[in-house]
């Protein structure tokens, strides 16, 4: 039996980092600040049973809890980060998340991994039912209790008379500097193709240092950071951490691994050789409705998940990507 241990690693002092002290010597440990508006369950199974096998307090106030759960392999889940939240206008509980990184090493664990990072969600993680399991152990009490008296209805208005205030007062500003222009430019957006107004941006952006001086006021770093381009250690492609988009990592079943399988006249399906997983199923029942002995659409890719540069990490997905695909056959 895995005993729970708790340690400190990192910067000390400080009221954060009293806290998260306080937060992994707790019995269970749990994360600051976090309640379970911050977690989006992207799988549609259950699963109970996620042993805590560790609790770290970090530098900066921030926690590292660790669990193992048992499925097909034992999966390891990994939750970092302290929750802060602040009050959101369109959020459906009246909050924007930010602060929590989860991880899970399940072949689901990458994919819902790529989902958190291409969805906005008012900073939600998408995570999969082991990590959904784990994570309800580590809910920050307090913080739930605070969250359960805030009327999300009245925090959600009082973010939009907040908006609405502004932007009224800019409107007059603008209707008095610039009469008409509002209109002519919104219109313009919505009727526009985004590829159209992406093309007009970026020639106006090379065309003058004025035109480029709007489009640094219209975009600020926080908006569009500078470049910050590595190279992903699994794919090998390059990727920008800091472009939500950029960071999502996929690779395809290569044809070469490929194997068509007949049950009968009616019902096939392909099998990758190098990730062992079938897909593009035919003829068989959809979800909720599978026989026994049916074969699981695994998806059209070996991996979909996050790039990365930590060699560690592509190690724990089981398969030498480097090797020619010939030699998994």
């Not at 690779?251 to 399906?269: A, F, G, L, M």
Request: hydrophobic share 35%; glycine share 8%; net charge negative.
């Amino acid at each position: 039996e895995k005993k729970q241990r708790t340690a400190e690693d990192g910067a000390g002092g400080g009221d954060a980092d009293a806290a998260a002290q306080a937060a992994v010597s707790a019995s269970p440990p749990h994360i600051p600040g976090f309640t379970l508006g911050a977690i989006v369950c992207g799988s549609r199974h259950a699963f109970s049973g996620a042993e805590l096998v560790s609790a770290t307090a970090l530098g900066s106030g921030r926690v590292r809890l660790e669990w193992e759960a048992q499925g097909s392999s034992t999966y390891t889940i990994i939750a970092e980060g302290d929750v802060s939240r602040t009050v959101s206008a369109t959020s459906r509980d009246g909050f924007h998340y930010a602060g929590l990184d989860v991880t899970c090493s399940c072949p689901d664990g990458a994919r819902q991994a790529a989902a958190t990072a291409t969805r906005d969600n008012e900073g939600r993680v998408t995570v999969c039912k082991h990590a959904w399991s784990a994570l309800q152990t580590a809910v920050d009490k307090a913080a739930a209790e605070k969250a359960s008296a805030a009327n999300a209805e009245d925090l959600r208005a009082s973010a939009r008379a907040k908006i609405e205030e502004a932007e009224a007062s800019a409107r007059a500003e603008q209707d008095t500097r610039l009469p008409g222009e509002r209109e002519r430019i919104l219109n313009g957006l919505d009727k526009l193709p985004a590829k159209d107004v992406v093309r007009l941006i970026r020639e106006a952006v090379v065309s003058s240092a004025d035109a480029l001086a709007s489009a640094v006021a219209l975009f600020p770093p926080a908006v569009m950071p500078a470049p910050s381009t590595s190279t992903c250690l699994r794919c090998g492609e390059s990727f920008d951490a800091n472009i939500r988009a950029d960071r999502v990592c996929r690779i395809r079943h290569p044809h070469e691994c490929v194997s068509t399988h007949w049950d009968n006249s009616k019902q096939c399906y392909d099998s990758c050789a190098r990730c062992e997983r079938d897909f593009n199923l035919v003829g068989y029942n959809s979800f909720g409705r599978r026989r026994v002995n049916d074969p699981y659409d695994g998806g059209d890719y070996c991996y979909e998940g996050v790039h990365t540069t930590d060699s560690a990490v592509v190690a724990r997905d089981g398969i030498d990507w480097r090797k020619n695909p010939q030699e998994f056959v």
